[in-house]
């Protein structure tokens, strides 16, 4: 019966047919699924914390307004992701716990500080950037649930996208000082960028399988290199640079070439070394903490109407 439920799994998945939840999949499918998208969702949770960190010091009512939006909408993101990956039969306290206990990571750029004003801007254009280039084909994946959260996820990151971008082109037309306040920020969030899409295709375990399954569109060095060729494009708009002596347009490829990327850096981070780790993980397991009057107090209410309306 197994082979024939692969063989069925495997048919739709070559013929486009989306997997659905209650349909038979592969144990290693489901746990992929499992890991990528809790990943996903913690990434969106705690990707709210860098930013949220500039909501009380943003320079006019407007930004405010735009940053509050932008974080809700992280926020909207992670409570998407967590239903779609309740789907495959995991509970949120489960996946929580996972983050909590350092089990499940997070993407690495969230363990970056927000040091500037200008860092708003960085990250909007850099870090939703490369969030939009990996997301976009997430939206034709394999598994319903998750391939239809990321359509509204892609329209919302795209927003942010270009609100991060905006926000640079002002600061670029500014006072000598922005405009090097500026610079400085897209020096120290270009390469954590570039790392956000993992690992060299060659030492990525799970990408192989990935593709076949269509969780995967395209490889880690694939979207990486779309990204630095947007960028590269972009920030000639902007009137800055990027930190990379080797960037050059290569006209045989028909791309840019760039730099060696620190993967010493990348491992340190992901391994929980970086520079906000620490700070990041406790912001969560505090609020988890302090949250659970309310998780009880939620509870003994339900239990209260169950009974009222039993009675
Ligand atoms: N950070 O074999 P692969 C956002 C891990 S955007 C940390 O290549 P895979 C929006 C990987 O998990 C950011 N860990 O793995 C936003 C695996 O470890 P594991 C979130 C990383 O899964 C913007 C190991 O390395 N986006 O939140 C990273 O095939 C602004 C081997 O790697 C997503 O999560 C990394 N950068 O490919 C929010 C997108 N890279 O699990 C707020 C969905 C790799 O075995 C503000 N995820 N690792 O312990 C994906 O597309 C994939 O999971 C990849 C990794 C591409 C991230």
């Known amino acids: 019966a197994d082979v024939q439920n692969e063989n069925i799994f495997q048919d739709k998945i070559d013929q486009e047919i989306k997997i659905e939840p209650k349909d038979w999949m592969p144990d290693a ?43 809700q909408d992280e926020a909207g993101h992670g409570l998407y992701l967590y239903s779609a990956a309740e789907t495959l039969g995991i509970s949120r306290d489960q996946m929580y716990q996972q983050l909590h206990s350092g089990k499940a990571k997070y993407s690495s750029i969230f363990n970056y500080p927000t040091l500037t004003w200008a860092d708003i801007g960085a990250v909007g254009w ?76 060659d030492a990525s375990p799970h990408t192989a399988q990935s593709m076949k399954w269509k969780i995967k569109r395209f490889t880690n060095d694939e979207l990486r290199q779309k990204f630095v060729d947007v960028c590269a494009e972009q920030v000639k708009i902007l009137g800055f640079t990027l930190p990379d002596p080797d960037l050059k347009w290569n006209e045989e490829r028909q791309h840019y070439d760039f730099g060696a990327i620190d993967w010493t850096e990348f491992n340190n981070v992901i391994r929980g070394n970086g520079p906000c780790n620490k700070q990041r993980l406790d912001a969560r397991k505090n609020a988890w903490d302090n949250g659970a009057w309310v998780r009880e107090a939620a509870t003994a209410y339900a239990e209260k109407r169950k009974k009222r309306q039993a009675a």
């Open 29 to 71: 499918y489901r746990q992929t699924l499992i890991r990528q998208i809790s990943q996903h969702a913690h990434s969106e949770i705690i990707g709210m914390l860098p930013e949220g960190n500039w909501i009380t010091r943003a320079p006019s009512l407007k930004r405010k307004a735009i940053l509050l939006a932008k974080v």
């Open 126 to 201: 850099l870090v939703d950037g490369a969030a939009i280039m990996n997301q976009v084909p997430l939206c034709r994946n394999s598994y319903g649930p998750y391939a239809r959260a990321m359509v509204r996820v892609c329209k919302e990151e795209s927003f942010h996208q270009r609100q991060g971008f905006e926000l640079l082109l002002i600061l670029s037309q500014g006072t000598p000082e922005q405009r090097r306040m500026a610079q400085e920020s897209i020096n120290r969030w270009w390469w954590p960028s570039v790392m956000m899409f993992g690992p060299n295709d």
